[in-house]
């Protein structure tokens, strides 16, 4: 079982910056891979980046260069650092976990965390 608690987004203006993180409450985070996935109206939710348990990462093409995630293992933590924010960008943002070591897959979600980018 995985909780996870997301901090809270915002209103960025275009070009802005704006970091997320989440912390997942498990004793198994060194087996997690964490990532973020966003959902704006209208559309399909879809996968933003990714970060594995020895920290190798995949990002979406359309975030390349400006998104950043990361992974404290410490803290139990993800982040994703957002630089040169579009208004394409404004979405609901979830943070999402499954353990890498089930033989099916189970994820799970964040309670979401709003992203508006606008003028």
């Known amino acids: 079982q995985v909780q996870l608690v997301e901090s809270r987004g915002g209103l960025v203006q275009p070009g802005g910056s704006l970091r997320l993180s989440c912390k997942a409450l498990?004793?198994?985070?060194?087996?997690?891979?964490m990532g973020w996935y966003r959902q704006a109206p209208g559309k399909l939710r879809e996968e933003v980046a990714i970060v594995t348990p020895g920290s190798s990462t995949r990002y979406t093409d359309s975030v390349k260069g400006r998104f950043t995630i990361s992974r404290d293992n410490s803290r139990s933590t993800v982040y994703l650092q957002m630089n040169s924010l579009k208004p394409d960008d404004t979405a609901v943002y979830y943070c999402?976990?499954?353990?890498?070591?089930?033989?099916?897959?189970?994820?799970?979600w964040g309670q979401g965390t709003q992203v508006t980018v606008s003028s």
């Open positions: 999402n976990a499954y353990d890498i070591r089930a033989k099916e897959r189970y994820d799970y």
């Open positions: 498990t004793s198994s985070f060194g087996f997690t891979v």
